[in-house]
């Protein structure tokens, strides 16, 4: 059995300690999106967001993917697949029959996996997603245009246009651009969502959808989170926080998070940009 010995955090969570009156700040901090970083904490507040958003829209077109091809295409780097990827292999390890393939292009410059990637689709009938707010990273902008010529040589260059999705910014950006010009359905990464975090906007819930996921589900479980780690600093989240930044202090700079079921490793991935990008400015952070 594991223990997990939280004792020497309880200045943290008693209202007569010493460290509780940090603590609480800390997370006033984060739920009224004030002091640093506020300008991308937008991610608090998706579960309510996207219910009054863009949901529709994505289920609409998930519906039309899964009704017309066998495999969508995410291109993505980083936070523009990690989440959806381990959602995916979490949620959904063994597709069910009809449920199209999901494939992940464009966070790598390895040829291998690229030619593993054209075998895996083959001649399956195909829609892409190319997910990027900017739209000129390397990586994504490669493979997006590969597979934008994959499309066009298979189903002719109008026709085409009805399979790209772009998830990309509101107003500006190469790929905004390139999306109105050439009249591609398009969703939006909003701007106060750092990429990391944005597995609950379309950039997530979009492939997640197309894979068959239960989108009202995993949104009701996001707000039912978000009801109940937004009240007081006894929760899981405040302690985990409170603890490792004990820790740190205590000179503990480096975290391990280990799992054995294969299922979670992408969700581990995930994670571990989560901390890593969030954390680590100015030499600050655990590794």
């Known amino acids: 059995m594991i223990k997990v010995d939280l004792s020497g ?18 997370h006033r901090t ?17 579960p309510e ?3 009054s958003g863009e949901l529709k829209q994505i289920l609409a077109a998930a519906s039309r993917i899964r009704g017309r091809s066998q495999a969508l295409v995410v291109v993505g780097i980083g ?30 410059l390895s040829p291998d996996a690229l030619m593993h990637l054209l075998e895996e689709l083959g001649d399956l009938d195909f829609d892409l997603n190319v997910v990027s707010k900017s739209g000129t990273t390397l990586e994504p902008a490669l493979a997006f245009r590969m597979f934008r010529g994959l499309l066009e040589a298979k189903y002719g260059p109008e026709k085409a246009k009805k399979h790209i999705f772009a998830t990309t910014d509101a107003h500006r950006g190469v790929l905004k651009h390139m999306a109105d010009e050439e009249g591609w359905e398009t969703f939006v990464v909003p701007d106060d969502i750092g990429g990391r975090f944005s597995v ?19 949104m009701a479980g996001a707000a039912a989170s978000r009801e109940d780690y937004s009240h007081g600093s006894l929760h899981d989240c405040a302690r985990y926080a409170a603890l490792r930044n004990l820790l740190l202090f205590k000179g503990k700079s480096m975290e391990i998070m280990v799992n054995y079921e294969p299922s979670l490793v992408m969700l581990g991935e995930w994670l571990k940009q989560l901390f890593g990008e969030s954390e680590g400015k100015d030499q600050k952070g655990v590794y």
Do not use: C
Not at 85 to 108: C, M
């Open 9 to 26: 955090a309880a200045g943290f969570f008693d209202p007569a300690g010493p460290d509780y009156a940090a603590a609480a700040q800390a």
């Open 30 to 46: 984060l739920l009224e999106h004030t002091g640093a970083g506020a300008d991308f904490t937008g991610w608090l507040d998706l």
């Open 49 to 51: 967001r996207m219910q």
């Open 79 to 108: 936070g523009s697949y990690l989440g959806a990827k381990g959602a995916l292999e979490l949620l959904r390890p063994r597709p069910q029959p009809g449920d199209p393939k999901i494939l992940f292009a464009g966070n790598s």
């Open 200 to 218: 609950l906007t379309p950039v997530g819930l979009l492939p997640m959808a197309a894979a068959g996921l239960d989108i009202d589900a995993v």
